[in-house]
């Protein structure tokens, strides 16, 4: 292939970008995220903060909610990879009008599934400072 056909070529309009962006359309992101929660029991064991803090156990809030704000797709000499990454919101009624429900952010949860879409790896960024998030030091 000349260097000429190479920049010619546009992935825009690439099946595999038409398959990928109706793979995350159907995307439950709560539902990936409340599996991986619950095989995690809501808990991060062994979080080092920016800080460079080490907390030993990190309990979550059973009301997360997840939201996808990117993704991306990695691919190696032997590996492609799907990595996702949420904002991870919990909601508090509001102290002054209790009829008022606040979404808060806690933190981000970056996902990596295989092509097969098993689970990877993870990577959290979480607010310590949190009420809402049980710290064990």
């Known amino acids: 292939m000349s260097k000429t056909a190479m920049t010619q070529l546009e992935l825009k309009n690439h099946q595999v970008w038409r398959d990928l962006t109706e793979i995350?359309?159907?995307?439950?992101?709560?539902?990936?995220?409340?599996?991986?929660?619950?095989?995690?029991?809501?808990?991060v064991i062994g979080y080092w903060d920016e800080q460079?803090?080490?907390?030993?156990e990190i309990i979550l809030p059973l009301s997360l909610e997840a939201l996808l704000i990117s993704s991306?797709?990695?691919?190696?000499h032997r590996e492609r990879f799907l990595k996702l990454k949420f904002i991870l919101n919990t909601s508090s009624v509001d102290v002054v009008d209790k009829d008022i429900n606040k979404t808060l952010r806690i933190g981000e949860l970056l996902l990596v599934y295989n092509e097969?879409?098993?689970f990877i790896d993870e990577n959290w960024l979480l607010d310590i400072d949190s009420p809402f998030l049980e710290v064990k030091r």
């Open 116 to 118: 097969n879409l098993e």
């Open 52 to 56: 460079d803090e080490y907390y030993e």
């Open 72 to 76: 991306s797709i990695g691919v190696t």
């Open 24 to 43: 995350l359309e159907n995307l439950d992101a709560n539902a990936l995220v409340r599996e991986h929660l619950n095989e995690c029991n809501n808990k």
